[in-house]
C-alpha cells in the first residue's frame, strides 16, 4: 500500500555529503521500499535550477542503480531552493513548501547548522518536525551543551537524531548479533578473560581535497570523540533487554559516563601524528602540511591514538585504545579484542603459547578467531591457527539506515544529546594537552604504519 507523502529537507543539498553519501542512501531505502512516498527539497548555497538538481539527484540515484515507484515519484516531484537557511524568512518559505511534517537533514558546516537551529525559533513549524544534525555536534563540552539547549527549544528529544552513519553501519548490528544471540561470547566478555580492546580505523587516504573541513577537526574530532567512542560503547556496554530507543541508549551512555583517560593522563595516554611525503600504492601523497588549504600552524593531527578505560565493574583495567589516521601504508578497520594468556598450560605441552584473538573487521565485515591448537606435526607442540568468517555482503549503505531512522521517527541509531556531550568530556583533557604541546606532534612517513615509536595496536 502507497504510503503518505513526507517531506525531506536537505539544507547544504549543494554540498559533498548530500551528493556522495546521502543521496545514494536515499536511494537505496526507496528501491527498498517503493510504497514510500517521500518528496525532497533541496536547499543550498549554490544557485542551480531544479534540473540542475535533478542532474545531481540522477547522478548519485544512478550509483546505486535506483528504481521503482518510489523513486519515480520523488523524481518527479523533487525542487530545490537557493536560499540562505540561516535567514528566518527564507526558513519559513522552504517548511512551508513541506507537505505533510517534514524532516530536516542539517548538511551544512557545523557552524551554519548552530545558526539554523537559533533561527528556527523564529519559524513556525508541525508539531512532528524532526531534526537531523551531522558530526561533530558542538566543539567541546559547553558548545555541545548550548545546542543540546537550543535544540532542546524546539522539539523534544527523540525528534533529534545526531547523526553518527558508523551506527548504521552493518558492523554494529553484527557486534549485537555476535555479543548478545550467542552464550559463548558474553561470559567471556570482561575484565578477567579480556587483557586488551584495540579499535583502529586506518585509511590509506589522504586529504582528498577536504582541508576546508579537516584542517580545523583533525582525527582525534573527524573519527574518535564521534564514531569510535560509539563504537566502543556498543562493544562495551551491558547486554540491553530491548533494542529499543531507550534501552540501547542507555546502555551506551552508561559506558560513555564511565569513560576516562587511562591513568587520567592525557600525556601518557595520547599520542597524534601529521603525515609528510610518502608512496602508497604507487601513488605519491604531498606531506599534509603542502596539502591545498592546510594551515600548518594550526597544527593538525592526522593521526591519533588515546587510551581510555571504563571504570565499571566489567571493565575495570582493561586499556581499551582508539586510532584513526589518514595516508597509512595499511587499510586496518578493525575491532581487536585480546584476551589474557591461559591459566596454566598442561606440562607436555610445548611450543609458544598465544593469546586468543578475536577480530572483528569492518567493511567488508568479516571475522576472525585466532587460537593455538596442536599443530599437525608434532602433536604435543602448539601452533597457530584462525578461524575466519565473512558476514553477508555488507551491501546496504549506512546512510540508508539512518535516513530509515530519521522518516520512520526512530532515533535508536542516533546519538542521544547527553552522550553527545559525554564525548567531549572524555576526551577534553586530550584536546588541552595537544593545545598546550604536551604531547609532541609526531611525522610519520604517508604510506608507513605511523611514528615508529608508537606501540603496535592489535
Ligand atoms: P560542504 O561544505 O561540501 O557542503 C555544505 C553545503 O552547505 C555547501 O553546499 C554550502 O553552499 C551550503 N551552505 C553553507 N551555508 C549555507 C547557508 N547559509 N544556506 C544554504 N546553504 C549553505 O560540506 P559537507 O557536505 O562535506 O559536510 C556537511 C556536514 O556533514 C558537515 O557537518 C560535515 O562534518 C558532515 N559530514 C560530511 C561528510 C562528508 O564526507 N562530506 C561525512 C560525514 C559528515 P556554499 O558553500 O555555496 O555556501
Given at each position: 500500500m502507497t504510503q503518505k507523502v513526507q517531506t525531506l529537507l536537505i539544507f547544504g543539498a549543494s554540498g559533498d555529503l548530500t551528493a556522495r553519501l546521502l543521496l545514494p542512501g536515499l536511494a537505496q531505502l526507496l528501491t527498498a521500499q517503493p510504497e514510500r512516498r517521500l518528496r525532497l527539497i533541496g536547499a543550498g548555497g549554490v544557485e542551480w535550477t531544479d534540473d540542475e538538481w535533478r542532474k545531481v539527484v540522477t547522478t548519485s540515484f544512478a550509483e546505486v542503480n535506483a528504481s521503482g515507484a518510489a523513486i519515480d515519484a520523488l523524481m518527479a516531484s523533487t525542487t530545490y531552493v537557493y536560499a540562505d537557511v540561516t535567514d528566518p524568512a527564507e526558513l519559513q518559505k522552504l517548511i512551508d513548501l513541506a507537505d505533510g511534517t517534514p524532516a530536516i537533514y542539517f548538511a551544512l558546516p557545523p557552524a551554519v547548522a548552530a545558526k539554523v537551529v537559533v533561527s528556527l525559533q523564529k519559524v513556525t513549524f508541525p508539531a512532528g518536525l524532526t531534526l537531523a544534525l551531522e558530526k561533530p555536534f558542538g566543539m567541546d563540552v559547553p558548545s555541545a551543551m548550548a545546542l543540546n539547549g537550543e535544540l532542546a527549544k524546539l522539539v523534544?528529544?527523540?525528534?533529534?537524531h545526531r547523526v553518527d552513519h558508523f551506527l548504521g553501519r552493518s558492523t554494529i548490528f553484527n557486534i549485537l548479533g555476535l555479543r548478545f544471540?550467542?552464550?559463548?561470547f558474553e561470559p567471556v566478555w570482561n575484565s578477567e578473560h579480556i587483557a586488551k580492546i584495540d579499535v583502529v580505523y586506518d585509511e590509506q587516504l589522504g586529504l582528498e581535497g577536504r582541508a576546508g573541513y579537516y584542517d580545523t577537526a583533525g582525527a582525534l574530532v573527524d573519527m574518535i570523540q564521534s564514531h569510535l567512542l560509539q563504537v566502543m560503547a556498543v562493544l562495551a556496554m551491558e547486554p540491553p533487554s530491548t533494542l529499543g530507543q531507550d534501552d540501547l541508549r542507555d546502555a551506551k551512555e552508561i559506558v560513555l559516563r564511565a569513560t576516562r583517560l587511562w591513568n587520567d593522563d592525557p600525556k601518557q595516554s595520547s599520542h597524534r601524528a601529521r603525515y609528510t611525503s610518502g608512496t602508497i600504492d604507487g601513488r605519491t601523497l604531498p606531506s599534509y602540511v603542502d596539502e591545498k588549504g592546510v594551515d600548518p600552524a594550526r597544527e593538525t593531527e592526522t593521526l591519533a591514538e588515546v587510551t581510555l578505560e571504563i571504570s565499571t565493574w566489567r571493565w575495570k583495567g582493561v586499556p581499551i585504545t582508539l586510532r584513526s589516521g589518514k595516508a597509512l601504508g595499511e587499510r586496518r578497520r578493525e575491532i581487536v579484542i585480546t584476551f589474557k594468556p591461559a591459566n596454566q598450560l598442561p606440562v607436555g605441552l610445548t611450543g609458544e603459547s598465544s593469546p586468543t584473538v578475536l577480530r572483528l573487521y569492518v567493511a567488508p565485515d568479516a571475522m576472525s578467531l585466532e587460537i593455538d591448537i596442536n599443530g599437525p606435526g608434532d602433536p604435543y607442540e602448539l601452533e597457530r591457527a584462525s578461524l575466519e568468517a565473512t558476514f553477508g555482503d555488507g551491501q546496504l549503505l549506512a546512510y540508508r539506515e539512518v535516513l530509515a531512522g530519521i522518516l520512520d521517527g526512530d532515533p535508536t541509531l542516533s546519538v542521544r544529546g547527553d552522550s553527545a556531550v559525554e564525548g567531549w568530556r572524555i576526551l577534553a583533557p586530550v584536546i588541552a594537552a595537544w593545545k598546550a604541546d604536551e604531547v609532541p606532534l609526531e611525522d610519520y612517513a604517508a604510506g608507513s604504519e605511523g611514528p615508529d615509536a608508537w606501540d603496535q595496536v592489535g
Amino acid at each position: 500500500m502507497t504510503q503518505k507523502v513526507q517531506t525531506l529537507l536537505i539544507f547544504g543539498a549543494s554540498g559533498d555529503l548530500t551528493a556522495r553519501l546521502l543521496l545514494p542512501g536515499l536511494a537505496q531505502l526507496l528501491t527498498a521500499q517503493p510504497e514510500r512516498r517521500l518528496r525532497l527539497i533541496g536547499a543550498g548555497g549554490v544557485e542551480w535550477t531544479d534540473d540542475e538538481w535533478r542532474k545531481v539527484v540522477t547522478t548519485s540515484f544512478a550509483e546505486v542503480n535506483a528504481s521503482g515507484a518510489a523513486i519515480d515519484a520523488l523524481m518527479a516531484s523533487t525542487t530545490y531552493v537557493y536560499a540562505d537557511v540561516t535567514d528566518p524568512a527564507e526558513l519559513q518559505k522552504l517548511i512551508d513548501l513541506a507537505d505533510g511534517t517534514p524532516a530536516i537533514y542539517f548538511a551544512l558546516p557545523p557552524a551554519v547548522a548552530a545558526k539554523v537551529v537559533v533561527s528556527l525559533q523564529k519559524v513556525t513549524f508541525p508539531a512532528g518536525l524532526t531534526l537531523a544534525l551531522e558530526k561533530p555536534f558542538g566543539m567541546d563540552v559547553p558548545s555541545a551543551m548550548a545546542l543540546n539547549g537550543e535544540l532542546a527549544k524546539l522539539v523534544p528529544e527523540n525528534q533529534i537524531h545526531r547523526v553518527d552513519h558508523f551506527l548504521g553501519r552493518s558492523t554494529i548490528f553484527n557486534i549485537l548479533g555476535l555479543r548478545f544471540a550467542n552464550r559463548i561470547f558474553e561470559p567471556v566478555w570482561n575484565s578477567e578473560h579480556i587483557a586488551k580492546i584495540d579499535v583502529v580505523y586506518d585509511e590509506q587516504l589522504g586529504l582528498e581535497g577536504r582541508a576546508g573541513y579537516y584542517d580545523t577537526a583533525g582525527a582525534l574530532v573527524d573519527m574518535i570523540q564521534s564514531h569510535l567512542l560509539q563504537v566502543m560503547a556498543v562493544l562495551a556496554m551491558e547486554p540491553p533487554s530491548t533494542l529499543g530507543q531507550d534501552d540501547l541508549r542507555d546502555a551506551k551512555e552508561i559506558v560513555l559516563r564511565a569513560t576516562r583517560l587511562w591513568n587520567d593522563d592525557p600525556k601518557q595516554s595520547s599520542h597524534r601524528a601529521r603525515y609528510t611525503s610518502g608512496t602508497i600504492d604507487g601513488r605519491t601523497l604531498p606531506s599534509y602540511v603542502d596539502e591545498k588549504g592546510v594551515d600548518p600552524a594550526r597544527e593538525t593531527e592526522t593521526l591519533a591514538e588515546v587510551t581510555l578505560e571504563i571504570s565499571t565493574w566489567r571493565w575495570k583495567g582493561v586499556p581499551i585504545t582508539l586510532r584513526s589516521g589518514k595516508a597509512l601504508g595499511e587499510r586496518r578497520r578493525e575491532i581487536v579484542i585480546t584476551f589474557k594468556p591461559a591459566n596454566q598450560l598442561p606440562v607436555g605441552l610445548t611450543g609458544e603459547s598465544s593469546p586468543t584473538v578475536l577480530r572483528l573487521y569492518v567493511a567488508p565485515d568479516a571475522m576472525s578467531l585466532e587460537i593455538d591448537i596442536n599443530g599437525p606435526g608434532d602433536p604435543y607442540e602448539l601452533e597457530r591457527a584462525s578461524l575466519e568468517a565473512t558476514f553477508g555482503d555488507g551491501q546496504l549503505l549506512a546512510y540508508r539506515e539512518v535516513l530509515a531512522g530519521i522518516l520512520d521517527g526512530d532515533p535508536t541509531l542516533s546519538v542521544r544529546g547527553d552522550s553527545a556531550v559525554e564525548g567531549w568530556r572524555i576526551l577534553a583533557p586530550v584536546i588541552a594537552a595537544w593545545k598546550a604541546d604536551e604531547v609532541p606532534l609526531e611525522d610519520y612517513a604517508a604510506g608507513s604504519e605511523g611514528p615508529d615509536a608508537w606501540d603496535q595496536v592489535g
